[in-house]
């Protein structure tokens, strides 16, 4: 839990969704996103910085993290890096997928609610700039 509760902070979810992080990600994947919210990491710098673990193992476990919406992807001196979404990023590609049961029936509605205050949020901030 103590992974979530780090990864919860880095990514600023709000308190009432922190039970849908806990449903999507599991406490070893929670570790891998937490060396990668700031900068784009290889699969065998996060191994390095993780030392038990297996660099295939990463690697198999960020290109399924990056097909669930979950990281973004490039190449650095022909190596795939990885860098997690925002917890706006991932929700929104959730719901644009209709991804519903992965995030709970039960949560839409307040899933929902963050997704629109978020972007309300967003495009005000981006008016501000313009002005």
Do not use: W
């Amino acid at each position: 839990m103590e992974e979530h509760q780090i990864l919860k902070k880095k990514l600023e979810i709000p308190d009432n969704l922190t039970s849908i992080l806990t449903r999507l990600i599991s406490p070893e994947e929670s570790q891998v996103l937490v060396l990668i919210t700031e900068k784009f990491l290889t699969a065998s710098s996060v191994a390095g910085e993780l030392e038990e673990k297996n660099p295939r193992e990463i690697s198999s476990m960020l290109k399924a993290l990056y097909q669930k919406g979950f990281l973004y992807e490039k190449t650095i001196d022909d190596e795939e890096a990885y860098r997690c979404r925002s917890f706006y990023d991932i929700i929104r590609s959730h719901l644009e997928e209709f991804r519903y049961d992965a995030l709970g029936f039960e949560n839409l509605r307040m899933l929902r609610q963050y997704y629109i205050s978020t972007r309300i949020g967003k495009t005000e901030e981006a008016i501000k700039s313009v002005s």
